[in-house]
């Protein structure tokens, strides 16, 4: 069964410096990959995607994550946190072919100080 | 671009009642949904597979006569949680694919602002 597993439960950076939040994935075939962002009591929202092109993938608000199939790693970074970053955000693969449901990692809190 | 838009953003029920909640996919037909619970700072959990149609597909443990899920159209399922309980509340979530190769696990899913869900 394909899973993803969020390595850190919480994260915190100081405003301004690197953001890695790690994630390993298990699936028995390519899979597709995605990072989501969740802010407080609000809905999810897409920040990349990974379906088999360029294994290094662009997001929005400057946040990129690296596919690599030799560590069944995508973690997700950015270069310089900012205070608007500071959310719930979830490692997610597809559970199959088609159109299937997502399977959620258990997500990682990112704080940011200033 | 595609939206999924939830009704109600909160709601609160007494205990014994039903509550029903929408999801709409705006700009895309959406064939399957699919609706997700997440409890108080832990993740999404996959509650069931709604298809247009026919009956939804439910998760294991998931209650099918309490969690009803209705998809009469391309565009509109809804989730009626009956006789609720305390331990019901939750967030609520619901979620289509849609755009492009909307039918393959490459197009991502769109997701709804979620319902926020209270038995007292």
């Known amino acids: 069964a394909q899973s993803v597993t969020q390595l850190d439960s919480h994260v915190s950076v100081s405003e301004g410096t690197p953001v890695l939040l790690r994630c390993n994935y298990s699936?028995?075939?390519?899979?597709?990959l995605f990072w989501y962002v969740q802010h407080p009591n609000k809905g999810l929202q897409l920040l990349l995607k990974?379906?088999?092109?360029?294994?290094l993938v662009k997001g929005i608000n400057g946040f990129e994550a690296e596919f690599k199939k030799s560590e069944t790693s995508f973690h997700l970074t950015k270069p310089s946190a900012h205070m608007s970053d500071a959310a719930e955000y979830f490692c997610?693969?597809?559970?199959?072919?088609?159109?299937?449901?997502?399977?959620f990692g258990k997500g990682t809190r990112l704080s940011v100080i200033a | 671009g595609a939206v999924v838009s939830q009704h109600p953003s909160w709601v609160i029920c007494k205990s014994g009642t039903s509550v029903k909640i929408e999801c709409r996919s705006l700009?895309?037909?959406?064939?399957?949904m699919f609706w997700y619970r997440q409890f108080p700072k832990q993740s999404l959990m996959l509650m069931a597979t709604?298809?247009?149609?026919?009956?939804?597909?439910?998760e294991q443990g998931v209650e099918k006569d309490k969690f009803l899920i209705n998809h009469a159209s391309l565009t509109l399922s809804t989730l009626t949680v009956t006789s609720a309980h305390p331990e019901d509340s939750s967030f609520y979530i619901c979620?289509?694919?849609?755009?492009?190769?909307?039918?393959?696990?490459?197009?991502?899913?769109?997701f709804g602002n979620g319902t926020r869900l209270t038995v007292t």
């Open positions: 990974y379906t088999s092109a360029a294994t």
């Open positions: 700009d895309f037909q959406a064939t399957t």
């Open positions: 699936s028995s075939y390519s899979p597709s």
């Open positions: 979620s289509a694919r849609g755009g492009n190769n909307a039918g393959t696990r490459n197009s991502p899913l769109h």
């Open positions: 997610v693969v597809t559970r199959a072919s088609g159109n299937t449901p997502l399977v």
């Open positions: 709604s298809n247009e149609g026919s009956k939804a597909t439910y």
